[in-house]
Structures are given as C-alpha cells and as structure tokens.
C-alpha cells in the first residue's frame, strides 16, 4: 500500500513539473522582443446612419441588413409624384419668366436705338419750322411794305383798289401763315423736349429687364429646389460598406431625418484594443501597427494608432492601491488599412504595436 502511494505521488509530481515545464515553454515560444506590444480586440467602425432629407412613403427598399454596398448604390426609393408636380409648375413659370425676359431685352434694345432717332428727328422738325419761321417772316416784311406802299398811292391816287386789296390780302396771309408757323414751332418744340426724356424710358425698360431677370432668378431657383427633392427620393448609400441595420419597409411613410439604415464604412475599420496602464506610455498616435485576424492568420494588416482614451475603462472612478491601478486599461483604436474588403466588423483579431523603430516585426505564435 505505501509503495502505490509512493507510486502516485511519484507520477502526479512528474505531471505537475510536466505541466510547469510546459507553461514555461509555452510563455518563452509566445513572448515578443521588447520593442513589441500585442493586444487583443474586435474590428468595429464608425457607424453611418442614412436618412431621407424629405418626407414620403418608401416605394421600394432595394438592401437588406448584412449586404455590402457600393458607394451610390441604391437603397430606397420614395414616391416622387407630388414632387415631380412642384417641379412641373416651376418649369413652367421659369419658362414663362424666360420670355418675359426676351421680351424686355427686345424692347430695351429697340427703345435704345430708337431713343437718339427720335431725339434727333425732333431736333431737326424744330429746326426745320425756324427755318420756315424765318422765310415767312421775310414774306411777312415785304408784304407789309406793299401794303403800306399801295396805301399811299392810293391816296394819291395814283394806284388803283384792286393793287391795294391784293397788296391787303397777301399782308394778312403772310401774318396768317407766320401765326400757324408760330403755333407749329411750339409744338415741335414741346415734341423736342418731350424727346430729351425719352432717356429715361431706356432707364425704365432697362429697370423691367433686371425685374424679369430676378424673377427669372427666383423661378430657377424654385426649379434647382424642386430638383433636389426630387433626387433626394432617391436614397443612395454614401460609402462602401456593411448594412448593420433596416427600418423601412415597402409602403412606409417616412419624415426627414428618419434612420432607414446603419452602416459601417469599410475604408474606416479599427481594432479596438485595450492595452494595460503602465503600458499605455508606450503609446502614441500615429505609431505604427500590425492586426491580425483569425480568418487571415498569414496576412498582417498595415495600421495606424488613430485614438488613445485619455480615461481608464472598466475600472472603479477613484483608485488608491497600486494593485488596483495596474488593472486599469485603455482603449486604444488602430485604423487599419482595408482597401481589399477583407476585414469585416465584428472579426476578432490582436493588434501587435511597434513602439520602438529598430525592432523588426514579428507574427504573434
């Protein structure tokens, strides 16, 4: 009996040192040269929630949760006939506004070029009745000399009545003829100065063509608006990534700002790692980094540190002892590098940090 104790004792004591043995052997295969520190994390992702600008009911919803998008794919469809009606009306009135804006720009153009014309026809009818002013006046003189000439040789009685009467009926036609060029002069001269107004009129149409511009303006503008709201029933994914969540579904009405889906931006993978306190000196952002992930296990991953907490996590607000303080971890996300697509959120994987520059780097075992 006390030589099978003595046995037992003798083969549990080789597997203890077997054991111990083992630990030991297996610590120094998996230790990293100094230089080198190994954390464990998952892949996660800025989160991206997609959401209508516009009010209506989802026609069709063409993405799942778990499929891969492209960036413009698209996801949702909303009904567009009321909107595709605002932006009927609002071509039309930017039509209308078009040819109103013709039409001012042709009577500009006319009044412009007519303005010196008239200006100028007016000028010259005013000149034209001085000059005929003067002729009558000249006919007016010498017809008051034969009248006053044929007065006194009547007298004398050395012409007869007749020569008087048409030296009398030529001096009065003459004074007729001045008084109608008189009148006619005034009104010329009103039509020359009504004419030196016509500027004015040019500055008039001028002043409709820049109104119908702006309210050309102000019509395009409700067509750019209408537009819009009509792309915007149009829902496209704005990066390329995962679907994480939906919450519409076909025949839905939906309001601005509504989450339709979550996704995750695979150009914008992280590992979140935690990464013990007397350690977290060591780290900095921008250092360099190497993930690895289980459904890769031969590929490293390039990657940055792109954050580090300034706070310690999962770990009591106030710590006294120095025990407790080198429980304490911080979270720190390294961006990787994933033009491929092969990291996906949710993987598990060891984020290995270089935090001296002259160690080479080296897989985790």
């Not at 001012?104 to 153009?109: H, S, V």
């Not at 006619?184 to 149409?205: F, G, I, N, S, Y």
């Amino acid at each position: 009996m006390t030589k099978r104790k003595k046995l037992i004792f003798a083969i549990l004591g080789g597997l203890m040192v077997m054991g111990v043995g083992l630990s030991l052997l297996s610590q120094w295969w998996s230790a990293l040269p100094e230089g080198l520190l190994l954390a464990s994390g998952r892949i996660e992702g800025d989160e991206i929630v997609i959401a209508p600008k516009i009010a209506g009911r989802a026609v069709a919803v063409l993405k799942d949760r778990g499929e891969t998008v492209a960036t413009g794919e698209l996801l949702v469809r909303l009904s567009s006939e009321q909107i595709q009606a605002q932006l009927d009306r609002a071509r039309e009135q930017e039509r209308y506004w078009q040819d109103r804006v013709r039409q001012a720009e042709i009577d500009l153009d006319y009044t412009a070029q007519q303005v010196p014309k008239d200006i100028a026809a007016a000028e010259a009818q005013v000149a034209t009745v001085e000059a005929r002013i003067q002729e009558a006046e000249a006919l007016l003189n010498r017809n008051h000399k034969d009248f006053l000439r044929y007065q006194a040789l009547l007298a004398r009685r050395v012409a007869p009545q007749q020569k008087l009467d048409d030296a009398t009926a030529n001096y009065q036609a003459s004074e007729a003829n001045k008084a109608a060029l008189t009148r006619e002069l005034a009104q010329t001269q009103a039509q020359w100065r009504k004419a030196q107004l016509l500027p004015q009129t040019v500055e008039l149409k001028r002043a409709e063509v820049q109104a119908a511009q702006a309210s050309l303006a102000a019509a395009q503008a409700v067509v750019r608006e209408a537009e819009a709201n009509l792309d915007d029933t149009l829902i496209h994914s704005p990066a390329d990534g995962i679907l994480l969540t939906r919450t519409v579904e076909p025949g839905e009405v939906v309001n601005p700002g509504t989450p339709l889906f979550t996704m995750v931006d695979l150009n914008q993978l992280y590992l979140k790692v935690f990464v013990n306190e007397p350690d977290i000196g060591k780290i900095r952002l921008g250092q360099e980094a190497r993930i690895y992930v289980d459904a890769f296990p031969d590929r490293p991953f390039p990657a940055r540190v792109s954050r580090v907490s300034p706070r310690a996590e999962f770990t009591p607000k106030y710590v006294e002892t120095r025990e407790e303080r080198v429980k304490m971890v911080f979270a720190v996300e390294l961006r990787a590098e994933n033009q491929e697509g092969y990291l996906k959120p949710g993987m598990p994987g060891e984020g290995l940090l270089r935090w001296k520059d002259d160690v080479p780097w080296q897989r985790p075992r």
